[in-house]
């Protein structure tokens, strides 16, 4: 099998750069559980904006997410409710519900097959000619099993993917991606940070552990996780 990782040249030091130029009507997506959102999320889903120059990002929290049998610690309504909060200071920002509103697991391949669609109708409306291209953007550590997602093909033909690294997860080697997705490795473009060490496992697990997670979390998010009491019967992971 093929190495995903990459070799020491690929290691770099996350350079700072001038934001890319706005592309107007380009749409980012950040897809997941957000079981909670966190601080991590926001700061991943910013710097994909501004580093491809994407003029919305769109968040969509994932319904009954196929690689999670058990299901989401947190209601439907509570993750929505939680997104809305964290992301409601940020204009570029918005919450998709295509993925909470329909039956059946959110298949990324078909969410993304959803909002293409959903733009181009919308550039059609506008007279603006051809819709413009989505970037999904994603962990180096969600990219290492890609391959074993649903229809991966046809999700690559729909949209680019944006890939953010992750502490003790290094870049993907070039070849793996080409033995991966021939003819394909053209659509992924890797990113230089943010290198946020924060997960929703942890957040649960402090939680119901009477921790603090404050800097965590936006303060709206931990107001409603305390007010809600979500995760304070989390079994620890």
Known sequence: MTDVRGSAAIHRSAAIHRPAAIHPGSIGIMGGTFDPIHLGHLAIAEEAREALGLERIVFVPAGLPPHKPEGAAASVEDRVAMVELAIAGNPAFELGRID????????TADTVALLAAAAAAAAAARASGEPPELTLIMSVETLAGLPAWH?????????RVAVVPREDH???????????FPG???RFTMLDGPRLGISSTAIRDRVSAGRSIRYLVPEAVERHIADHGLYAGHRAG
């Not at 229809?151 to 949209?159: I, Q």
Request: include cysteine.
């Open 100 to 107: 909470v509103d329909r039956p059946g697991p959110s298949y």
């Open 151 to 159: 229809e991966p093909e046809r999700l690559l033909a729909a949209c």
């Open 170 to 180: 290094p870049a993907p080697n070039p070849t793996w991606l080409r033995t991966s």
């Open 184 to 186: 394909l490795e053209g």
